[in-house]
Structure formats: C-alpha cells, structure tokens
C-alpha cells in the first residue's frame, strides 16, 4: 500500500521544493506539479509531489491524521 503525504511548499529552488510535514522538512521534486507555488498544499509520495491539494482539502487530511494519532495516544479525537 503507498501513502502520498500532505505538506505544506515553503521555498522552490530548480523545481524542487522545500515541504513542511508538520515540521520536518523534505526536498521535494516537483516535475509532476510543475506549477507548484510557494504556499500551496501538496500530495507527496516517494519524494515526488503527485498532485497539488487546496487549503480546505489539506486541511482536512491533516486533521484525520491527528485524529490517528490521537488513537494512538489515547486522546480525544477532535469533533466532526
């Protein structure tokens, strides 16, 4: 099974960017999303960013996988 990462683009430099995942921070090449700007959302997978994501859309992942976490840690999951 493959999972493609959200993140957030922070700097481009020669098509490849700088994504913060919840901070930690990866180069990311960005030939498949050559438009790719500073500040926007991305699906990344095996280093390569695959699709870009709206802020909403983002947001919304990033949250189920704070729920995972939550889980994990025996915390309440955020309300729906």
Known sequence: MCLAIPGLVQRIQNGI??????????????DLVPDTQVGDYILAHAGFAIQKLDTQ????????????????????????
């Open 17 to 30: 960017a700088i994504v913060d995942f919840g901070g930690l921070t990866r180069e990311i090449a960005l």
């Open 57 to 80: 859309e983002a947001e919304e992942i990033l949250s189920l996988f704070q729920d995972i976490e939550r889980c994990f840690s025996n915390e309440p999951p955020n309300s729906i």
